[in-house]
């Protein structure tokens, strides 16, 4: 699977969780967990956004050595 595909993939599924936050929290319902659950897609989409951010540094460094 392509990175970027990846990384739409996990978007989708941190936007999925941070709207079921706002649902709990509209409910009256503050969960801790359901906060932190939101924090796992969240870290990935940090990395590899930076990774898809950084790149095209990495390539241009590399045929500069080549």
């Known amino acids: ?7 739409r993939w996990t978007s989708m599924v941190f936007m999925l969780t941070v ?4 649902i709990g929290l509209a409910m009256g319902r503050q969960e801790t967990w359901l ?12 990395v590899t956004g930076t990774w898809m951010f950084a790149r095209p540094w990495f390539q241009r460094r590399r045929e500069a050595k080549a």
């Open 1 to 7: 699977m392509n990175i970027r595909q990846f990384h």
């Open 19 to 22: 709207v079921a936050n706002f």
């Open 35 to 46: 906060g932190l659950v939101a924090l796992a897609p969240l870290i990935v989409l940090m």
